[in-house]
């Protein structure tokens, strides 16, 4: 009884510690789908993807 006690509040308290250091940018709301979903726009990935390769093809 005493180890669950033990793990419990050992897990409680690093729960605790997660959400914390999360601040407000933790989103506790599950799966978004439809409207609510937010997803990073494709033309600033492949743009930011793509910069390292021409600053290593530039610097030769």
């Known amino acids: 009884?005493?180890?669950i006690?033990?793990?419990f509040i050992i897990f409680a308290?690093?729960?605790i510690f997660v959400i914390m250091?999360?601040?407000n940018s933790l989103d506790m709301g599950g799966e978004k789908?439809?409207?609510d979903a937010v997803h990073a726009p494709a033309e600033a990935?492949?743009?930011?993807a793509s910069a390292?390769?021409?600053e290593a093809s530039a610097a030769k």
């Open 33 to 35: 789908h439809g409207e």
């Open 5 to 7: 006690l033990i793990g």
């Open 52 to 54: 390292p390769v021409a």
């Open 13 to 15: 308290a690093l729960a």
């Open 21 to 23: 250091k999360g601040g």
């Open 1 to 3: 009884m005493l180890k």
């Open 45 to 48: 990935a492949s743009g930011a």
